[in-house]
């Protein structure tokens, strides 16, 4: 089977797949969500805020970076990135339920920069496609927990081979304290292809003193502080590099504005890569203000632009490597839209 041929069959199987609303996976212009475990429930979203398979609500998006100059080299580089992610609920019981998503994500590259080390042109593109399953039961003591389980491939060339298939594991457990008001909370994750390749554990105390202020105190580390009716202020950090600070005002019932600061990471397993270990990996920095319109009580939409630094790509076995065939973008601007559900 051509390479074309089976990414258009995983394409199919997602589609088929995500026939029902899904929860979706971040996209950096979201307000971070508290990554906290889920509540006594029935829980709706998994412990890691934006994780594989944890989420925010379903949705499209789509961001244009403007070429700039690349570091080292005679070349410009430009892309766009979209994403569409798409998912429900399937199965419903008294103490738990099941909950499908798929998640397609994709960049377009518009460069004729090289990997200096292995000298072979900068991919054109590099997509991610991932289905998954979250179980989230509710125990009789009002414990709550779930397993998490996903596959895809994330890669210049999806499903090329066994090779660029992703794994997802995880599983988290969230303990009352204080008479319901708090919570332990841990858990594990594993992500074969992920950014790096070991078991990242999770421990956390999720501290609400009150309404206007809460805090996720370990790892994944959140503050929520509401400090006037309008402005709300969020802070997350979710492991490895995944930073999030916003500042919102709300203008009317129906509109917000927002300005972030956020550090975003992804990784990829490259088409004939000459070490099987090796991922390929983009990191950036992010300066963003935008404009959240409340379209109706099940949809919102969004324009936001800003300003990206500290943008560079590299291969090797995790993040912390000396990476190989490094590839670094000068700073530039980016708009971006988005349209999401909510139920």
């Not at 304290?177 to 292809?193: E, K, N, S, T, V």
């Amino acid at each position: 089977m051509r390479r074309t041929d089976r990414l258009a069959l995983a394409l199919a199987v997602a589609v088929v797949l995500a026939a029902r609303p899904v929860a979706a996976q971040d996209d950096p212009a979201e307000p971070a969500p508290t990554p906290t475990l889920p509540a006594a429930g029935p829980p709706t979203g998994g412990p890691m805020g934006g994780g594989p398979m944890g989420g925010g609500p379903p949705g499209y998006d789509a961001t244009w970076y403007p070429n700039q100059a690349v570091d080292g080299q005679s070349a410009d580089f430009g892309f766009v990135r979209q994403g569409l992610s798409v998912g429900a609920p399937v199965w419903r019981g008294d103490a738990g339920m099941v909950v499908a998503r798929v998640a397609v994500r994709n960049t377009l590259f518009f460069t004729d920069a090289v990997l200096p080390d292995s000298a072979r042109p900068f991919p054109d593109q590099l997509s991610a496609v991932t289905a998954g399953v979250t179980y989230l039961h509710r125990f009789d003591n009002g414990w709550s927990g779930g397993l998490m389980l996903g596959v895809g491939s994330a890669s210049d060339r999806p499903f090329d081979s066994v090779d660029e298939v992703t794994a997802n594991v995880g599983a988290f457990l969230r303990v009352p304290a204080c008479d319901g008001r708090d919570a332990w909370q841990f858990g594990l994750l594993y992500m074969a292809g992920g950014a790096v390749n070991f078991p990242i554990p999770m421990a956390a105390y999720a501290w609400n003193p009150s309404d206007r202020f809460r805090v996720n105190i370990g790892l994944p580390f959140s503050v929520f502080w509401q400090p006037a009716d309008d402005w709300t202020v969020d802070l997350s950090y979710v492991p490895l590099n995944n930073v999030n600070a916003r500042v919102t005002y709300q203008v009317a019932p129906a509109v917000r504005l927002y300005g972030a600061y956020e550090f975003l990471n992804e990784s990829y397993l490259l088409a004939g890569r000459p070490d099987p270990e090796d991922r390929f990996f983009a990191f950036e920095q992010r300066l963003v203000a935008g404009l959240r319109w409340d379209v109706a009580p099940w949809a919102t939409a969004e324009l936001n632009g800003g300003y990206s630094f500290g943008r560079s790509y590299g291969a090797g076995d995790s993040q912390w490597d000396s990476l190989s065939d490094r590839v670094d973008v000068a700073p530039g601007p980016f708009v971006g839209l988005n349209g999401r559900l909510r139920f």
